[in-house]
């Protein structure tokens, strides 16, 4: 049977509320009782039962975490950032998949909402803000991260996406190329933001927009890089590019793939730039130059964010922390100018 509150209580013949004072880190008990009940608790093998207090309280000590995919590399890295800061808040962190999937996130919403947890994080899959409205009217605090919708002021972490995306191409264009193609991603703020910044790009330095050099949307999440690697050898049937800037690193990884199984050469033939900096950049039998989104930062920000909504007394202004990209440059864009 599980340790409860009154075993510790007996064990030290002191009161059950003498021990549930201490295990609530109240300062009306005296150090020496204090460290004594601290001491069986842990020698019994004691754990709170945290469903109990939270219906006591009205506080669980725990954020629901919703993103698209478990598998790509730059959700796993903003998971992390995100799980340190709500541990040193005294958090627990409750992941769940959407998948691509807005029935899915959706239903994953209400499940976390359930299992009453204190507040939401969510990298949206969904194109209507429809449900956080809802969330909103119903008083539930909740970040969205990476992905916003455009008229819909809530708060928000994430990167400049259209500076990603003039960084990157502004990159190319440094190193050469004159030729330069886009690989896009999914119609989310993410990749429009960053298809808008290679456009900016093309025409800050007097170069003609050729929509042949624009693949359609890619659903590329880190599983499979196989799209983006058609994509490339669509681009490749034509007028080759001499540079590509991809919409994230495992697009990247695919259209590396479909060009060097051409017979090209990466960067001397065609130059290629991601985005994410994930941890296999450097290791590829390329290295592959991405801009950095600052993955870790960005979980840790919207901790912190998720944190102050749970702890405040009253709604706010909702508050946008946008994060400034940078530039990794590799083997795969190093070809000179």
Known sequence: MPVILKDIARALNVSVITVSKVMRDQPDVAAETRKRVLAKAQELGYRPNLTARSLVTGKSSQVGVIVPTLLHPFFAEVLEGL???MKQAGYAVMISSSMEDPAVEEAAIEQLLGHRMDGLIVASCSFSPTKFKQLREQGIPFVLIDRFFPGFRTDFVGVDDRAVGRIATEHLIAMGCRRIAHIRGLPFTTGVGRFEGYRLALEKHGMKFDPDLVSPYMNIDGRDWQESLLAMRTLLAGKPPDGVFCYNDPTAVGA????LAAGLRIPEDIAVIGCGNVHYDASLRVPLSSIDQRSAVMGEQAAKLALSLIGAKASAKP???????????????ARRP
């Open 319 to 333: 508050k946008s922390i946008i994060l400034e990209p940078k530039l990794v440059p590799r083997a795969s864009t």
């Open 83 to 85: 799980s340190s800061a």
């Open 256 to 259: 590396m793939s479909a060009i």
